[in-house]
């Protein structure tokens, strides 16, 4: 599965767009973007995955590049129990539930009032 | 969605004691679990990979000897570390899903965070 490249951390205000950037430039034809986050002392919960077009739900956005060597995540508005880990993974999802998530260093996303 | 659970939440226990963890699918049938170990302010990293009624493949550099995983069901498996040492200490997080799902449909428990004095 392809690397991915995080900023370490960000800080966003409550109420604002937080915009959360990834780098995969060696992402295979193949490969999805996978979204998690992991609030502190708890499990890593899903968030939302995309192969190229922008994706939408519940939770958040998901932009892909049109080249597909990067992307944003976007949580439209931010609130204080967003602050979390965020990891961004790229892998085959044919795999299905047979493949491991890797997880990288992730980005810390502090929130503030 | 579907609920993992892990138990027991939180367990201290004495160097060179066993501890058993559990984690169960409360609502699926899970015939595939994953164990990760985190250490603080680090990133979750993949200890093993067991499916129900085989043998769990462990990553490069995890003991299988001193990590005793068993998915005996198709709702639980259990991770035993053999002999703790304070080393040992650290956060427990298992996953579980099902065969030819797709991976988003993967869940994660809470977590046993592990104390060895």
């Known amino acids: 599965d392809a690397k991915t490249t995080q900023p370490p951390s960000m800080d966003c205000a409550e109420g604002r767009a937080a915009n959360l950037p990834c780098n995969h430039s060696?992402?295979?034809?193949?490969?999805?973007v996978y979204w998690y986050r992991q609030i502190h002392s708890q499990g890593p919960q899903y968030i939302i995955h995309?192969?190229?077009n922008n994706e939408t739900n519940e939770m958040a956005s998901l932009i892909i590049t049109e080249d597909r060597k990067s992307s944003t995540l976007i949580l439209p508005h931010a609130t204080l129990r967003d602050t979390a880990v965020y990891y961004c993974?790229?892998?085959?999802?044919?795999?299905?539930?047979?493949?491991?998530?890797?997880f990288g260093q992730g980005t810390t996303l502090q929130v503030k009032p | 969605g579907a609920v993992v659970s892990q138990h027991p939440s939180r367990v201290i226990c004495k160097s060179g004691t066993s501890v058993k963890i559990e984690c169960r699918s409360l609502?699926?049938?899970?015939?595939?679990m994953f164990w990760y170990r985190q250490f603080p302010k680090q990133s979750l990293m993949l200890m093993a990979t067991?499916?129900?009624?085989?043998?769990?493949?462990?990553e490069q550099g995890v003991e299988k000897d001193k990590f005793l995983i068993n998915h005996a069901s198709l709702t639980l498996s259990t991770l035993t570390v053999t002999s703790a040492h304070p080393e040992d200490s650290s956060f427990y997080i298992c996953?579980?899903?099902?065969?030819?799902?797709?991976?988003?449909?993967?869940?994660f428990g809470p977590g046993t965070r592990l104390l060895v004095l």
């Open positions: 067991s499916n129900e009624g085989s043998k769990a493949t462990y």
């Open positions: 996953s579980a899903g099902q065969q030819g799902q797709p991976p988003e449909t993967q869940y």
């Open positions: 995309g192969l190229k």
């Open positions: 993974i790229v892998r085959v999802r044919a795999s299905g539930n047979t493949g491991k998530l890797i």
């Open positions: 060696t992402i295979s034809g193949n490969e999805y």
């Open positions: 609502d699926f049938q899970a015939t595939t």
